[in-house]
């Protein structure tokens, strides 16, 4: 690594992906890149050819206002002396799902993908909607959550849903279900807080016998030792991606409540006091106290940027080298719910429905009542009621 404006700019971003406790590969997958673009970046042997790549990195790793102000004018400079000395900028290669380091779950066996054909001319160049949304989203969901499996639609009384765009009528037969797996692997996460800080868990058990909060990629661990369920809000995140030579069509996304119960009367435990940022994701939201809860995009904003992130939609064709990213933010008032989402999917001729749920189980979320969340006080190391 050189020194000057480069040195110190390649110096700054590597200090900001310790201070994360991100893996390059976990960056890699949020900013939809690779590992050695960022490995690069950070090391000094190239200088990103514009300063939104740098920008988004930093965002991903927590970057204050200052910090990103610093970072651009070491970018201008570094720039400058790129021009200067002849350099060309380094074309940034796509990116290459990789697991995910800092997740201790294991991973999943993973469906064996045949050698790809080219997809069909129809099919080229189209991108996952997450690409379009935001660089700084979703793709943390290709870690160890997955469930690789098929199913057809749930058990007795649930309620079915279509997202818009869906030709389905109410009582029409649903989709034909091909025989033996589909040609989909996918991966999902369910434990992912808005913001990375802001969530709110329900947990039976008195104060003094909850631990402090975790950080936010140990969450699954901490919930499932208390036994712990998704107060107000789920949101999960997953990647489908095709496992054949030929494209598979995602046609339409359902969201099907299992089970309605009274919310819980559990304590309400949020994991920070307050945070925020400045991205709103894109992504599918659904209403569980509704009688039939649909799935509806909702567009998202980038207030770095002052863009706003287009909706997702559907169909999408998904193949070895083209993965869908979802993101699906359920939430609840009025019911202890348990739900799961159904992915309805064509191939050639073939056709079905994938579920996908929380390791088997459905997803479960709960009104959490009005009686206010307590808070971790990390000074005194206990739960208070945060001043309600």
Not at 70 to 88: F, M, S, V
Not at 127 to 135: K, Q, Y
Not at 295 to 320: C, H, K, N, Q
Request: glycine letters at 12%; hydrophobic letters at 40%; proline letters at 10%.
């Amino acid at each position: 690594m050189g020194n000057g404006p480069a040195g110190e700019l390649a110096a700054r971003l590597r200090a900001l992906k310790e201070r994360s406790g991100l893996s390059y590969g976990a960056l890699a997958r949020r900013l939809h890149t690779s590992t050695s673009t960022l490995h690069r970046y950070c090391s000094g042997a190239v200088v990103p050819a514009d300063y939104p790549a740098v920008e988004r990195l930093a965002a991903a790793c927590g970057a204050r206002p200052e910090e990103l102000l610093e970072l651009h004018r070491l970018w201008l400079a570094a720039d400058g002396a790129r021009g200067r000395a002849g350099q060309e900028p380094e074309p940034e290669p796509a990116a290459a799902p990789e697991p995910e380091e800092s997740v201790p779950v294991p991973a999943p066996t993973a469906v064996p993908a045949p050698v790809p054909a080219a997809a069909p001319a129809a099919w080229r160049g189209r991108r996952p909607w997450g690409v379009l949304a935001a660089a700084v989203l979703l793709v943390a969901l290709v870690g160890g959550w997955g469930l690789w499996r098929a199913t057809g639609p749930g058990g007795e009384g649930a309620s079915d849903a279509a997202a818009p765009g869906d030709a389905r009528g109410e009582g029409e037969a649903a989709p034909r279900q091909a025989a033996g797996q589909p040609p989909l692997a996918y991966a999902v996460r369910s434990h992912v807080w808005a913001e990375g800080c802001g969530h709110r868990y329900l947990v039976d058990r008195a104060p003094d016998a909850v631990p402090p909060p975790p950080v936010a990629q140990d969450a699954e661990a901490w919930a499932a030792e208390l036994g712990a369920v998704h107060g107000e809000s789920t949101i999960v995140e997953a990647t489908l991606t095709g496992t054949a030579s030929e494209p598979v069509v995602i046609e339409a996304l359902h969201l099907r409540v299992a089970e309605r119960r009274a919310p819980l009367g559990w304590t309400a435990y949020d994991m920070s006091s307050g945070c925020g940022g400045a991205l709103t994701p894109a992504a599918f939201t659904a209403d569980l106290d509704a009688e039939r809860p649909q799935l509806r995009p909702r567009d998202g904003y980038d207030a770095m940027s002052e863009r706003e992130l287009a909706p997702p939609s559907l169909p999408f064709a998904v193949t070895p080298q083209e993965p869908l990213a979802l993101r699906i933010e359920a939430e609840a008032a009025e019911c202890d719910c348990d739900w799961y989402v159904e992915v309805e999917w064509t191939s050639g001729d073939e056709g079905g429905t994938l579920r996908l749920d929380d390791g088997g189980a459905p997803f479960r979320t709960s009104g959490a009542g009005a009686e206010g969340a307590l808070v971790h006080d990390h000074v005194t190391g206990e739960w208070t009621d945060g001043g309600w």
